[in-house]
């Protein structure tokens, strides 16, 4: 806009001065045309009187010009804006701390995924399993919750002190048995297994053995297995134990597929999927049997069905 002035300025200086313009003055007078009727002054333009500076408009002091600091300014005009430039002992937060956002604890979200929201989850805290822990069975995210532990335990025949009895033991108690490298190790009796089942026969020996945990996460444990932790199930020791399943989503045969355990002592011992039409959920859903016990709800490649098994002689 300066520069259209001066221009217009221009001629009007060399028209006043001169009756015949030359080609000159007539160029300026065409470039400030050419530079369209927005950029070109208006009458409404022209300083009248109102325009006139008062003694009020006079620059003071306090009004004197400064460095251009507008859009067509050089990044070194900018006022000095770095952390030095605030105040000795003051900081960019203390300046303005009503307009920052409170991240105390209590304001942050909690973003991580609840472990236990499972609808068949029998506990959802800790404090809700008494010396032991609450955790998902099998531990993978989105599995139901169970508490784990404290251990059961375990079965032992009876012997003195030193492993002496009426058969020779390995040992009497948990503190006889040698420390594991990994895991735990404790005095069972013999033929008895990670669940403290015995599943009928002979009689079993009245001898114990020092027996220690298969596993101790999903790990160690091979393909289609899940490693379950002492504590739960009736499990004195970690197992590895066959799943069919590890979620809901993997059960999708049909509706309704829930992902479930079945460890029923010396009738079930794994993971499997069952569905809205099969017979059974639970052992509780199925009649007795023949012989008056309870009948299982044992699961198979399509699904859960009730199931008798002969009781132990």
């Given at each position: 806009m300066?520069?259209?002035?001066?221009?217009?300025a221009?001629a009007?200086?060399a028209?006043?001065?001169?009756?015949?313009?030359?080609?000159?003055?007539d160029?300026?007078?065409?470039?400030?045309?050419?530079l369209?009727?927005?950029?070109?002054?208006?009458?409404?333009?022209?300083?009248?009187?109102?325009?006139?500076?008062g003694?009020?408009?006079?620059?003071g002091?306090?009004?004197?010009?400064?460095?251009d600091?507008g859009a067509?300014?050089?990044?070194?005009?900018?006022?000095d804006?770095?952390?030095d430039?605030?105040?000795?002992?003051?900081t960019?937060v203390?300046?303005a701390?009503?307009?920052m956002?409170?991240?105390g604890?209590?304001a942050?979200p909690?973003m991580?995924p609840?472990?236990?929201?499972?609808?068949?989850?029998?506990c959802?805290?800790d404090a809700?399993?008494?010396?032991?822990?609450c955790?998902?069975?099998?531990?993978?995210l989105?599995?139901?919750c169970y508490?784990?532990?404290?251990?059961p335990?375990?079965?032992?025949?009876?012997?003195?002190g030193g492993?002496?009895?009426?058969?020779?033991s390995?040992?009497?108690?948990d503190a006889d048995?040698p420390?594991?490298?990994?895991?735990v190790?404790?005095?069972?009796q013999?033929?008895?297994?990670?669940?403290?089942?015995y599943?009928?026969g002979?009689?079993?020996?009245?001898e114990?053995?020092?027996?220690?945990d298969?596993?101790?996460?999903?790990?160690?444990c091979?393909?289609?297995t899940?490693?379950v932790?002492a504590?739960?199930?009736?499990?004195?020791l970690?197992?590895?134990r066959p799943?069919?399943?590890?979620?809901?989503?993997?059960?999708?045969?049909?509706?309704?597929g829930?992902?479930?355990?079945?460890?029923?002592?010396?009738?079930?011992a794994?993971?499997?999927c069952s569905?809205?039409?099969?017979p059974c959920?639970t052992d509780?859903?199925?009649?007795?049997?023949?012989?008056?016990?309870?009948?299982?709800?044992?699961?198979?490649?399509e699904?859960?069905v009730?199931?008798?098994?002969?009781?132990a002689?």
């Amino acid at each position: 806009m300066r520069w259209t002035l001066s221009i217009v300025a221009l001629a009007a200086f060399a028209v006043g001065c001169d009756d015949d313009p030359d080609p000159v003055v007539d160029a300026a007078i065409d470039a400030a045309a050419d530079l369209g009727p927005d950029m070109a002054p208006g009458p409404d333009m022209a300083p009248g009187p109102d325009m006139a500076p008062g003694p009020d408009m006079a620059p003071g002091p306090d009004m004197a010009p400064g460095p251009d600091i507008g859009a067509d300014a050089a990044p070194d005009a900018m006022p000095d804006a770095a952390p030095d430039a605030m105040p000795d002992g003051m900081t960019a937060v203390d300046a303005a701390p009503d307009a920052m956002p409170d991240l105390g604890p209590d304001a942050m979200p909690d973003m991580a995924p609840a472990a236990c929201d499972h609808p068949r989850s029998e506990c959802a805290v800790d404090a809700d399993c008494p010396g032991g822990r609450c955790g998902a069975v099998p531990d993978v995210l989105g599995a139901p919750c169970y508490c784990i532990g404290p251990r059961p335990q375990p079965n032992r025949a009876f012997c003195q002190g030193g492993g002496g009895g009426p058969f020779e033991s390995e040992c009497c108690e948990d503190a006889d048995c040698p420390a594991a490298a990994d895991g735990v190790t404790l005095c069972q009796q013999s033929v008895y297994g990670a669940q403290n089942e015995y599943c009928g026969g002979a009689a079993p020996p009245e001898e114990n053995r020092c027996r220690t945990d298969e596993c101790l996460d999903q790990t160690d444990c091979g393909p289609d297995t899940v490693c379950v932790p002492a504590g739960v199930f009736g499990f004195v020791l970690n197992a590895c134990r066959p799943a069919d399943c590890l979620l809901d989503a993997d059960c999708d045969l049909r509706a309704g597929g829930e992902c479930r355990p079945y460890f029923t002592r010396c009738a079930t011992a794994r993971f499997g999927c069952s569905y809205a039409d099969d017979p059974c959920r639970t052992d509780a859903d199925c009649p007795r049997g023949r012989f008056g016990d309870q009948m299982r709800c044992v699961p198979g490649p399509e699904g859960t069905v009730c199931q008798e098994f002969l009781p132990a002689p």
